[in-house]
């Protein structure tokens, strides 16, 4: 009875992640007026997967400390200039005005460190972000994709919620302390995982390395507060 259970679960779960990925292929990539980026030192690039799109699609601003983003496909932006080593923290506050308004369903935003390589199709990092319907996810690029903490985004109490159509906002803090790496959303910590889960073969090549922004695509949002600190 128990091996039965656990069978239905699994191809319930496995169905699940199925159509979450069709659903996400699906769902056209939008045009965007006045695309590009607009931010001095600021950089972008488009995942492997949107092998059609170009970071010109999408638009992120910049204009007194607040970035103004309107993504087609997802991407990721960096400032080379933002490199961290040792022990740090990188935060940012993202408010999405307006929660699903140009998507089907919930899509993440959030902060990435440990880049490396950005330029390249062998990029590496690791992002912390959170979902408007009050889930977040952690998860690396090194270079391919991998889970941390389990394949499906995990919930908690402190990630805000919103109905469709309503402003939501998020504090999203990813820090590396002592051999652990920990994501924090609104002041609590929602997740918590040792080096030796995230760096090694097939993951990132390093903790230390740039720190950004990871924006999923069709998402409209504006970060402030973006920032490294020992």
């Keep these: 009875m ?10 319930a779960a ?11 292929m699906n769902e056209a ?12 030192g600021w950089k972008g690039k488009v995942y492997a997967t949107e092998k059609t799109a170009k970071i010109e699609d ?7 400390g607040v970035f103004t983003v309107a993504t087609s ?42 880049g490396n390589k950005l330029d390249t199709d062998a990029a590496t990092l690791l992002y912390c972000a959170a979902y408007g319907n009050g889930t977040y996810i952690l998860r690396g690029f090194g270079p391919a994709p991998f889970q941390v903490g389990g394949r499906r985004p995990g919930t908690n109490a402190a990630v805000k919620k919103a109905d469709k159509g309503q402003p939501v906002s998020q504090e999203i803090a990813l820090s590396v302390k002592g051999g652990k ?15 030796a889960e995230v760096v090694g073969a097939g993951k990132l090549d390093s903790l230390d390395g740039v720190a950004g922004l990871r ?7 504006k970060v402030s507060n973006f920032k490294v600190t020992k």
């Design 29 to 40: 990539l939008r045009k965007v007026e006045g695309a590009g980026i607009h931010a001095a």
């Design 14 to 24: 496995a169905f699940s992640l199925t159509l979450s990925a069709q659903m996400q």
């Design 73 to 114: 496909p997802a991407a990721i932006y960096w400032n080379p200039a933002n490199t961290a080593s040792g022990d740090y923290t990188v935060s940012a506050t993202f408010n999405e005005p307006a929660f699903m308004s140009s998507n089907d369903h919930p899509h993440p935003y959030g902060v990435f460190i440990g």
């Design 58 to 64: 999408s638009k992120f601003d910049l204009s007194g």
């Design 181 to 195: 790496v920990s994501c924090s959303i609104n002041g609590t910590e929602v997740v918590s995982v040792d080096k």
């Design 215 to 221: 924006v999923a695509h069709n998402v409209d949002v």
């Design 2 to 11: 128990r091996r039965a259970l656990a069978t239905t679960f699994a191809v």
